[in-house]
């Protein structure tokens, strides 16, 4: 084990091989395989879903219905930062912004443009979003 934790509806085990994790409202534990040397990199509990950053993937898992979901990350994208509330979180990368919404589904992503910078992030009741140089976003 490298770690564990809880919030709210979830709980968490983190092992060098796979994630483990509890929803209290489905009273079950469910797992999903790391890669072969898949280093973890970030891990954010909330209170109705949890995400975990590696170096190749982003998982969320589910607190009501204890499912865990995956997104992966292309060869050269890398993650610069990680927006979150109570309603769902957004991962901003060199080439995308990934967001997570645990209520309505999983992952969704919107690519960036060649040029496309990004401004500023507010979180406005209960939306993260997200101004760009052309757009303003709710992923």
């Not at 280093?39 to 607190?63: A, H, N, Q, V």
């Not at 912004?97 to 919107?110: D, I, Q, R, W, Y």
Request: positive net charge; glycine residues 12%.
């Amino acid at each position: 084990m490298i770690s564990s934790g809880a919030n709210g509806l979830n709980g968490i085990v983190v092992t060098s091989r796979r994630l483990l994790g509890f929803s209290s409202r489905a009273l079950t534990w469910t797992k999903i395989d790391l890669g072969v040397n898949e280093k973890i990199l970030e891990r954010k509990i909330l209170p109705t879903f949890m995400l975990i950053r590696t170096d190749r993937e982003l998982y969320g898992f589910r607190g009501v219905n204890g499912l865990w979901l995956k997104e992966a990350l292309g060869v050269r994208e890398k993650v610069r930062r990680l927006y979150s509330n109570d309603y769902g979180a957004v991962f901003l990368t060199n080439e995308r912004l990934v967001g997570f919404t645990p209520l309505l589904g999983g992952f969704a992503s919107k690519p960036l443009g060649v040029h496309e910078q990004i401004l500023g992030v507010d979180n406005d009741n209960g939306l993260i979003l997200v101004s760009t140089t052309r757009r303003t976003l709710v992923p």
